[in-house]
């Protein structure tokens, strides 16, 4: 690991200052450090300064009100997992939290760092491999080991997002606030993330001398369901090979409306339209849970090695739907 010098965040115009026009890389944020020390170890990244956003104040709570409830950018996965009102009625956040890796990096991991973790694909972590990613002019998943990569979306890049969260944020209809130079924005967690035929080096569109501040959920209609399911490689734990964030609006056996955002199996949180449609408006039984499935993975281009996530992600779909109605 290269040295760096460490700044304790004092507020928010100090760290949009500190970060204004470094660029990427040059000055970066830490938060729990979970991901982002590996890659300072692997050399993937080299910032002369990290700025540590931990010492900034009040920005690791859990609010509620009436319109949803607000979760700061610091608050731990942990924190998230745990919380009773989350688990009741935002279980699939709740879900998908406690689904994320090993109780210690839940402990310490944070929310914004969950969100804008990097990808985990062994070419892009790699020091010696020039990828893609890294501004180099191959995927070397596409003609190399590609077993955990991405069967949606992927061209040019076939990397997955690694994010537990951020599928389950967009099932949920989130918005995240993002602080810069000029001020505050907010956006949809969904309009958040990017694919790499529009940028091929980052996976969301914030900008260098932005940072994320908090996320809003809205409150889920009366008689919504939802379920995170995540298939890992073994029991311990690991990332999603892949998984289903599902919020279902139910009335009765009939789902009014389905949100389904899938994880582990694209660059970016995807989200399946094909299955919402088949599902929205339906009695949900086998036969429409299996159609939703499929539909949802009618288009995916699997490399050599990862044909086994098209059926994994047909039937994790289908076995949501069903808990909706079981
Ligand atoms: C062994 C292992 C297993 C894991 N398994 C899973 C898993 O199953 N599912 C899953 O979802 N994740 C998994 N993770 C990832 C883990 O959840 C993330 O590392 C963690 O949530 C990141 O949070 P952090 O606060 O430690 O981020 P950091 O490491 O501090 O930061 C990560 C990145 O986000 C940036 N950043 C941090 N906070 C902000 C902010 N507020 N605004 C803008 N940028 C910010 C940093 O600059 C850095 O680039 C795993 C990680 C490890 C090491």
């Known amino acids: 690991m290269d040295n ?3 700044v304790n965040a004092t507020d928010l115009e100090q760290v949009t200052s500190l970060l204004s ?3 990427w890389g ?8 979970t991901d982002l020390l590996g890659e300072l170890k692997e050399y993937i990244e080299t910032p002369k300064t990290l700025i540590n956003l931990k010492s900034l104040p009040g920005m690791d709570s859990i609010s509620m009100n009436t319109t949803g409830i607000t979760i700061g950018a610091l608050t731990t996965v942990a924190d998230i997992a745990n919380h009773p009102t989350i688990q009741q009625r935002y279980t699939v956040l709740a879900q998908a939290a406690s689904s994320v890796a090993t109780p210690q990096i839940r402990n ?4 914004g760092g969950n969100l804008c973790q990097r990808p985990r694909c062994w ?3 790699d020091e010696t491999v020039n990828c893609l990613k890294k501004g180099g002019d191959t995927c070397y998943a596409v003609d190399g080991l590609s077993k955990y990569h991405a069967i949606l979306g992927g061209d040019p890049v076939f990397i997955v997002h690694p994010s537990d969260i951020a599928p389950a944020l967009i099932a949920l209809g ?7 130079p000029e001020g505050e924005k907010t956006m949809k967690v969904e309009e958040f993330f990017t694919l790499p035929a529009a940028n091929p080096f980052r996976e969301n569109v914030l900008q260098p001398n932005e940072i994320v501040v908090e996320v809003h959920v809205p409150q889920p209609k009366q008689g919504t369901k939802s379920f995170y399911l995540k298939a890992r490689e073994k029991g311990a734990p690991d990332f999603a090979l892949a ?3 599902g919020v279902f609006e139910m009335m009765g056996q009939t789902c009014q409306n389905a949100n389904i955002v899938l994880g582990g199996v694209a660059p970016a949180p995807w989200r399946s339209t094909e299955a919402e449609n088949i599902l929205s408006g339906k009695v949900i039984n086998e036969s429409v849970s299996n159609n939703a499935g499929a539909a949802a993975v009618k288009d995916a281009q699997p490399l050599n090695d990862n044909a086994y996530k098209v059926t994994l992600t047909q039937n994790l779909i289908s076995r949501t739907a069903m808990m909706a109605v079981s």
Do not use: N, Q
């Not at 989130?174 to 810069?180: F, P, Q, R």
């Open 123 to 125: 070419y892009y972590r």
């Open 21 to 23: 026009d470094s660029g």
């Open 4 to 6: 760096f010098s460490y």
């Open 26 to 33: 040059e000055v970066m944020v830490v938060a729990g450090g």
């Open 108 to 111: 310490v991991g944070t929310l």
């Open 243 to 245: 998984s289903v964030a």
């Open 174 to 180: 989130a918005s995240l606030k993002i602080v810069g």
